[in-house]
């Protein structure tokens, strides 16, 4: 079966540097997700991407992340100057398209940890 | 106050046993979507429901989305150690845009043998 892929599974970096995580969508689904959940904390949503645009962010998604869709394959989330409260479980999800009845298809996260 | 609550916040059940899983919005829903997460990994979609007085099973897990569409259960019959892990439940409030969910804090569930 299908699933969505996650790179790398765990990365650790200092904080201050810049950080890009790794998805590779399940083929044919048209909009992506990237969801975080703290340690302890409930999954957060942070941003949805359709047509190679953003459809929706939360406030979480300030100016220090972007997202990218590279590729026809990878869709990556950046974030560019890691603070300590960025360590979390980063999740990356994708739904066939348009319609209301198609769940979204979670990979197994990156988690990241800032030091 | 949450958006979405889920109850109880842990479980621990004697295999073979029965259970529920509870989860209440404050707002309408648009969709309610159950996920199953083992610690450290991903979230796994079990059901989708949609219409208020919805009921969906799959194996020894129904889901029911009550009528006014505010509150759904989860419910595993005869439980087995296979079902424990984090259950949480995820609301799509609106019909419109990219179907974000909005996740409750999770049931962890276990099961002893």
């Known amino acids: 079966e299908p699933e969505v892929t996650q790179t790398p599974s765990h990365q650790v970096t200092q904080m201050g540097q810049e950080v890009i995580l790794r998805c590779v969508p399940i083929?044919?689904?048209?909009?992506f997700y990237w969801y975080r959940q703290i340690l302890g904390q409930k999954v957060e949503f942070l941003v949805s991407f359709y047509n190679n645009e953003i459809s929706e962010k939360s406030e979480i998604f300030d100016d220090q992340f972007s997202v990218e869709r590279p590729d026809g394959s990878n869709f990556t989330l950046k974030i560019r100057s890691t603070k300590l409260e960025d360590s979390a479980m980063y999740f990356c999800?994708?739904?066939?398209?348009?319609?209301?009845?198609?769940?979204?298809?979670f990979g197994d996260g990156t988690r990241l940890s800032i030091l | 106050s949450q958006e979405l609550e889920q109850s109880p916040q842990s479980l621990i059940v004697q295999e073979g046993k029965n259970l529920t899983i509870n989860c209440t919005s404050s707002k309408t829903l648009y969709g309610l979507y159950w996920y199953k997460q083992k610690y450290g990994e991903g979230l796994i979609f079990l059901m989708m429901?949609?219409?208020?007085?919805e009921e969906k099973s799959h194996e020894k897990i129904t889901a029911k989305l009550d009528e006014k569409k505010q509150q759904s259960s989860l419910h595993i019959t005869a439980s087995q150690p296979s079902h424990a892990g984090i259950y949480l439940c995820?609301?799509?409030?609106?019909?419109?845009?990219?179907?974000?969910?909005?996740f409750g804090k999770g049931t962890k569930l276990s099961v002893i043998p």
């Open positions: 429901l949609q219409k208020g007085g």
């Open positions: 999800a994708s739904r066939p398209g348009t319609g209301n009845n198609q769940p979204q298809h």
């Open positions: 083929s044919n689904h048209l909009y």
């Open positions: 995820g609301a799509a409030y609106s019909g419109a845009g990219s179907y974000q969910l909005t």
